[in-house]
């Protein structure tokens, strides 16, 4: 699975608030059991090792993914957390996309 989402970082773990807390654009490739961010779906293909800033790649082991109901601002939100505690909200284009992620990434 692969597409636009828009992340939104909001804990780095349980106890420590992101900093960079803006909405951020992002082409993100679910590979295996992580989750790889690229500038778009061209620059994933031809550069798969070139990720967006740099960016390490989510470790989905142990993770969790759930519809992010509380969160009001923005409609098809999804929130992901990770076993290391770090915390993200990803905003789909529609219902039916949010679900798809939700579920594969549940299926890890
Ligand atoms: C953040 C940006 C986010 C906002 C976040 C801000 O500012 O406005 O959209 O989250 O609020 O800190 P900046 O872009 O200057 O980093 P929401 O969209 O959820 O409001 P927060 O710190 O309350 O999470």
Redesign the pocket.
């Known amino acids: 699975l692969e597409g636009l989402l828009t992340r939104?970082h909001e804990w780095e773990s349980t106890t420590l608030k992101s900093t960079?807390?803006?909405?951020i654009a992002m082409y993100c490739v679910l590979k295996g059991t992580q989750l790889h961010f690229y500038k778009d779906a061209k620059s994933a293909k031809a550069q798969p090792e070139q990720t967006l800033k740099g960016e390490q790649p989510l470790n989905l082991l142990g993770a969790s993914a759930t519809v992010a109901n509380d969160y009001k601002?923005r409609k098809h939100v999804f929130r992901l957390k990770l076993e290391s505690g770090a915390e993200f909200l990803f905003q789909a284009h529609d219902d039916g996309e949010m679900n798809n992620w939700v579920a594969r990434i549940t299926d890890i």
Do not use: D
Not at 20 to 23: A, K, P
């Open positions: 939104k960079n807390r803006s909405w601002k």
